[in-house]
């Protein structure tokens, strides 16, 4: 069986989809959905977020130099996908979704997503207008873990959230762990002889 040639375009997937908090110094707040995002450096900690500048909350990122990206869970599956079809020009997210506003910890506009599990409060370092989407490079400043998914050994676990991915089109949930990092070069436990 042979595989087809297609024009070049983006088809990697999953991605992360998170719902991303933004606000201004008018007071105006808002929520856009973001799928091209991800980690760029561990030291200092940083992120990125890809944004039309059509969509409505481009000025408030470009202008405050702040947003939050809140991880989205199954539950919160039909608010991902609201807050990335509807623009915040004709509708309040807030409102529409039953989302609450939280305080931001070092942030001055932009507030977090409170039932999201973590946020993820990040300042503009710099902004690549690369073409449809612009890319605002940021450092992460402060990280809030809901403390509902704390262990008995005070472990955050992430991964009990019920954590969303996108894929081509469509919201999935993760699944079962099917391994560990560094399980691949695990050396296996001999087994004791009678």
């Known amino acids: 069986m042979g595989k087809q040639i297609w024009k070049a375009g983006n088809m990697l ?23 091209w995002t991800g980690t760029v450096c561990t030291n200092p ?3 990125y977020i890809s944004v039309r500048p059509q969509r409505y909350s481009y000025q408030m990122i470009k202008e405050s130099g702040e947003f939050v990206i ?45 039932e999201s599990p973590v946020n993820i409060e990040c300042k503009v370092t710099e902004v690549r207008e690369l073409g449809s989407h612009h890319m605002f490079l940021a450092e992460v400043t402060a990280v809030h873990a809901d403390e509902a998914y704390m262990n008995e050994q005070n472990k955050f676990e992430l991964n009990s ?5 996108y894929s081509h089109g469509e919201y999935l949930g993760l699944g079962k762990t099917i391994g560990t990092f560094g399980y691949s070069v695990k050396k296996k436990k001999r087994k004791k002889k009678k």
């Not at 004709?90 to 942030?107: C, F, I, P, S, Y």
């Not at 959230?161 to 991915?165: I, K, N, P, V, W």
């Open 70 to 114: 809140n991880l989205t869970t199954e539950t919160l599956a039909y608010a991902t996908d609201y807050c990335g079809v509807k623009s915040g020009r004709d509708v309040d997210k807030w409102r529409d979704t039953g989302l609450h506003q939280g305080k931001a910890e070092t942030l001055k506009y932009a507030p977090i997503i409170e």
């Open 45 to 47: 900690a940083m992120v």
């Open 13 to 35: 997937y999953p991605l992360p989809a998170v719902m991303v908090s933004a606000g201004n110094a008018s007071g105006e707040t808002n929520i856009i959905t973001v799928a």
């Open 161 to 165: 959230t019920g954590l969303l991915a």
